[in-house]
């Protein structure tokens, strides 16, 4: 069965943390944070030393990081970003959970973050236990339409082997799916990263380790939530 809860849905804390009078405090640290990255300083003491500054609390701290990035690192991401629109032809790689998760989380009113490198991401802590949400099949749903309107010849979905149920979550994938033009294959594996980083398709991934090192990627995730998800909490902290 389902589980029922929002588990990616907004935090408690989400409404203060993220609210219109912390957004140009949370600008500013991002901002810091991207200008201390670009000139080399270790991610950890930057994150703690701008956190502190700002007297940001732990759910804001975590946006800061999943959103700052250096102009270098912009750069390089831009370079090798393949637009949505542009992968008519293309066979593609899905970070199975990666996008998944950011999807459910739109579906379920959770914040979804805008970085400076304009890619979508969630807050959801990734474990080793996934649970299939109510929204879990619409969100596959809208993922494989995105990718058939596309026009991509062939996906491969890759899911995490150590994460528990993540053979039951194929079959739902695999049984969604099974009408969509293109052809799916729903792979576990125990190298997700590596897999995506050193295949020679487009990767459909958030994920700044793997998009910082694949050949070529795609912003499918932010893609899906901006053209299905219309009402979905978005917080740019791209600006400022």
């Not at 992968?87 to 739109?106: F, I, Q, R």
């Not at 969100?139 to 039951?168: E, F, Q």
């Amino acid at each position: 069965m389902p589980d029922r809860r929002t588990l990616r849905g907004a935090h408690p804390k989400d409404p203060d943390c993220f609210s219109s009078a912390a957004l140009e405090t949370l600008r500013r640290a991002v901002a810091d944070l991207s200008w201390l990255l670009g000139r080399g300083y270790s991610t950890k003491a930057s994150l703690k030393l701008v956190g502190d500054r700002h007297a940001l609390r732990d759910r804001q701290r975590k946006a800061l990081r999943r959103c700052a990035a250096s102009e270098a690192d912009c750069a390089r991401r831009r370079r090798s970003q393949l637009a949505v629109g542009r992968l008519a032809g293309e066979p593609l790689v899905v970070d199975g959970y990666n996008v998944l998760l950011t999807v459910e989380a739109a579906l379920s009113g959770g914040v979804l973050l805008l970085g400076r490198d304009g890619v979508l991401r969630d807050l959801a802590a990734m474990s080793s236990h996934y649970r299939r949400m109510q929204v879990t099949r619409q969100a596959v749903g809208l993922i494989a339409t995105a990718v058939s309107d596309a026009g991509c010849p062939r996906v491969r979905w890759l899911l995490d082997r150590p994460v528990s149920n993540s053979g039951r979550l194929g079959a739902l994938i695999e049984d969604r799916v099974a009408t969509e033009r293109p052809e799916w294959t729903v792979e576990l594996t125990d190298r997700t990263d590596r897999v995506l980083t050193e295949c020679l398709e487009v990767v459909a991934s958030a994920d700044s380790a793997v998009i910082d090192n694949c050949r070529r990627w795609c912003n499918l995730a932010r893609h899906v939530v901006e053209t299905a998800v219309p009402d979905a909490w978005i917080v740019d902290l791209a600006t400022g």
